[in-house]
């Protein structure tokens, strides 16, 4: 792919797009014509998320106003409590949570959000950031419905270096006031279809939104380029299979994108042969990965093909968390190829994933392994991967998508 596309598709791209905002269509609509001008038809998939408009959120502790972001689509109200600082999750620690605001470490999933509601609490605070950078950036997170199955308490999110004031200061009552519109509206998948001579296809997806502090160039306008240049790649390549070029939107709030073209194409998935995912490439550092959630053949295959192109890939099978999922969940084997450097050297959903943590050279060679890798695949006389999920990744599946509680 031309070096020159790619650093334009980053600098047009370059601001925030979150699932279901006008900027996110923005991009879609951008994507959609880019794809228009290289000769590939493309359309948008317009499908419903949750949405929400915060007016007002505000947070204090024993009198002290903190900066703060109200979680979306976590309800409006105001609720004063005792504050409780939650560091472990055994049945006594849980016990104390009844009655009062909680601040949780880490991600509130939903089994740690089942889990403070069922032992009482009445709001939350979560956080993010680093107490070492100089930024006080704040994520502003959602209550997702697949989380709250419709029991919602007041959350809001801070920055670290608050957090940690708030502890050391030995915090004792919190207030939390909210006050949002909770809608519904709209997102969009991208799609572009380049039929083949038989009816079998091979999908290939990428996710184009970002998180609300993210101009997303490393998590995922990287991953778009390079379906971009896949596709124009086999625009002009014969390939025995169909494609579809799928560019998801709102993947960062749940991977809803995927899941609204597995649910809107439910007859077509018996036709997929392989899902091809592309999240996180040719950045600056980092080690090449293939995620593999379908049979332990193809781990064996990626890295052997890797060994015969003298290309560096590490592969293995799992979950991975991305596009891919879905189709996995429905039957249809699936790889997730990504260049992973670590928060430290290209951090994401924050306000340092931007262009200058990408190299285009690394574009170039991380696109042309994926290119040369599917072309094997969509020229085969049968796709050599098996269509089954193993029983071992069903039951990470199960975990991933929340409806199994991971064993400790």
């Given amino acids: 792919m031309r070096a020159k596309l790619i650093k334009k598709i980053f600098a047009d791209t ?24 290289l000769g590939l038809e493309a ?39 005792p504050l409780y600082y939650l560091t472990e999750t055994d049945r006594y620690s849980l016990s104390l949570c009844r009655g009062k605001i909680v601040l949780i470490d880490g991600y509130l999933g939903r089994w740690r959000y089942k889990d403070i509601l069922d032992n009482g609490a ?24 697949v989380v709250s199955e419709g029991q919602k308490i007041l959350g809001v999110n801070i920055n670290a270096k608050d957090a940690v004031a708030i502890v050391n200061g030995n915090g004792k009552c919190a207030k939390i006031t909210i006050k949002q519109d909770e ?83 439910e007859e077509e998935l018996k036709n997929i042969a392989l899902n091809i995912n592309l999240d996180m490439i040719g950045c600056i550092m980092g080690k090449f990965i293939a995620c593999a959630t379908a049979e332990m053949a193809l781990v064996n295959y990626i890295t052997y093909f890797g060994n015969e192109l003298g290309f560096q890939v590490k592969a293995y099978q799992d979950v991975y968390s991305s596009d891919s999922t879905p189709f996995a969940d429905r039957g249809v084997p699936a790889v997730s190829f990504a260049r ?25 060679k991380d696109i042309d392994f994926i290119t040369a890798f599917a072309s094997r695949m969509a020229n085969a006389a049968i796709c ?25």
């Fill in 14 to 37: 370059a601001f925030v797009h979150t699932g279901g905002s006008e900027a996110e269509l923005r991009v879609a609509e951008y994507l959609k014509n880019t794809c228009r001008e």
């Fill in 43 to 81: 359309h948008l998939e317009e499908f419903e998320v949750d949405m929400a408009t915060v007016h007002e959120a505000t947070l204090t502790v024993d009198g002290k106003s903190i900066n703060c972001k109200g979680y979306l689509c976590a309800g409006s109200g105001e609720i004063e409590a």
């Fill in 384 to 408: 050599p991967v098996a269509r089954e999920i193993p029983d071992n990744i069903k039951e990470k599946l199960d975990e991933y998508l929340l409806r199994k509680r991971k064993k400790m």
């Fill in 340 to 364: 992973l450097a670590g928060g430290n050297l290209a951090p994401i959903h924050n306000s340092y994933d931007t262009k200058a943590v990408m190299k285009v050279e690394h574009m170039q």
């Fill in 183 to 265: 809608y519904k509206g709209k997102s969009h998948n991208v799609v572009v279809d380049l039929p083949g001579e038989i009816d079998e296809q091979i999908v290939f997806t990428a996710h184009y939104d970002t998180t609300s502090l993210s101009q997303g160039a490393y998590d995922n306008m990287s991953g778009c380029i390079g379906l971009i240049g896949m596709a124009e790649y086999f625009k002009k390549n014969p390939h025995r299979y169909g494609m579809k070029f799928v560019f998801c939107g709102s993947e960062e709030r749940g991977l809803l994108g995927s899941k609204a073209y597995c649910a809107a194409h």
């Fill in 122 to 145: 009445v709001g939350f605070i979560t956080y993010d950031g680093n107490v070492n950078f100089a930024d006080r950036d704040i994520d502003h997170r959602e209550l997702r419905a």
